[in-house]
Nanobody, 124 residues
Framework: QVQLVESGGGSVQAGGSLRLSCAASGRTASTYVMAWFRQAPGKEREFVASIWSGGFTYYAASVKGRFTISRVSRDNAENTVYLQMNSLKVEDAAVYYC???????????????WGQGTQVTVSS
């Protein structure tokens, strides 16, 4: 089992920045691929960014160059995954979800573990 707890959401004006955090715990959390997805009202949950245990990262085209994903692993099998979001746009507003999976996937339906989500609001 992997437990995920997000924090750091909030409201910001377009062009601003926010940093999301995800505390991951569980026996296998340190080896899993960690990712962020988001879901805006009336839209499907979509992939944002992912990071492997070795540090390799992958981004959706819509956020590449503006968002940065990173992770810090600890010896007690706890991980913290961050999503630094810069140059935020109105269209970035959504509920952001932390995700964990044994293998990489950009398909929300195949993700094994989800956090509860954190709201990001971007005003013009």
């Amino acid at each position: 089992q992997v437990q995920l707890v997000e924090s750091g959401g909030g409201s910001v004006q377009a062009g601003g920045s926010l940093r999301l955090s995800c505390a991951a715990s569980g026996r296998t959390a340190s080896t899993y691929v960690m990712a962020w997805f988001r879901q805006a009202p009336g839209k499907e949950r979509e992939f944002v960014a992912s990071i492997w245990s070795g540090g390799f990262t992958y981004y959706a085209a819509s956020v590449k160059g503006r968002f940065t994903i990173s992770r810090v692993s600890r010896d007690n099998a706890e991980n913290t995954v961050y999503l630094q979001m810069n140059s935020l746009k109105v269209e970035d507003a959504a509920v952001y979800y932390c995700a964990a999976n044994p293998t990489h996937t950009v398909v929300a339906a195949t993700i094994g573990y989800w956090g509860q989500g954190t709201q990001v609001t971007v005003s013009s």
